[in-house]
């Protein structure tokens, strides 16, 4: 099969490997879609020994199985199902787990891809093969970021969102439709700020006079998380949604040092989250249809991803 191979120092090449095998509890599936994420950059320097790409729409490829010759999404986290979290319904945060498909084992950025049964999400007919990778990332983690939020901060109050990349984006409908209407944009990128501005989100003008009831920090970057510990009200949330594997070095200055207000992690989400998200999809379909602004095949993968890593798309897609 072809696959996008990430050399580092920049390069991808599109090369070709054996069909990977499906172990015991595993199916293959057969790639249809993969969304590109901010995630993966990284690897764009670094490099990769296995294959990413992590919010894949696929084909189960298993004569006899159940599931044969149907849409699903895959769910990152393999998760046991019997830990005390698993248990609970935070398959997310699985006591045993430690594969993330396309993160530390083979993912989506090729033409196939090994799949344990317990992440095989089944795709309804009425989801485009266009918009269903969004519900893993873009719907998923940023409606779970605003659902772990509601259960310290009311609905209703002041959001800011920080980035503008599709997990930003992601956040703008997400929050939306939450219960809270009232969302402004941090995003120093003009192409981008302006699609959150035609999704509805008001532009951050920093200052003193105004704060924030939840502020979410999609970016990663310490400059936007600094702001955001600045702008959330009293009593309000911080969510640290963006990826950084450096050290965050923060100022307790007199912006933060007499104010009360919690800060959240969130990471990825539960899969019982799964039915109210493909909810929220079919809710704002046109919004998130936006997002998506580029399908391409693997021979124009390599050249769309470092096109994407400059900030000059938002989501695109790999259609194999």
Known sequence: MRVAEFRGDGLIEIGERELPPAGAGEVLVRVLRCALCGSDLKLLQKGADWIPGHEI?????????????????????????????????????????????GWNRPGGYGEAVAVPEQCLLPVPDDIPDTLAPLLLDTIGTAAHAVRLARRVVASGGRVLI???????????LAARALGFPDITIAEPRDGRRQAAIALGAATFVPGPSRRFDLVLESSGHPTARQTAIEQVQAHGAV??????????????NK??????????????????DYAANLELLRANQEGYRRLVDAEVGLDQFPETFVTFSRGDLIKPMLAP
Do not use: Q
């Open 57 to 101: 729409l696929g084909r189960v490829d298993r004569p006899g199985h159940p599931l044969h010759g149907t849409r699903v999404l895959v769910y990152i986290p393999v998760f046991c199902g019997t830990c005390a979290r698993c248990r609970a319904g935070d398959t997310h945060l699985c006591d045993n787990g430690t594969d993330l498909i």
């Open 162 to 172: 920080l980035g503008a990349g599709p997990i930003g984006m992601g956040a703008i």
């Open 239 to 252: 969510v640290l949604l963006g990826e950084n594997d450096n050290p965050w070095p923060f100022t307790e």
């Open 255 to 272: 912006e933060i040092r007499r104010k009360d207000f919690w800060m959240l992690r969130s990471f990825y989400f539960p899969i019982g």
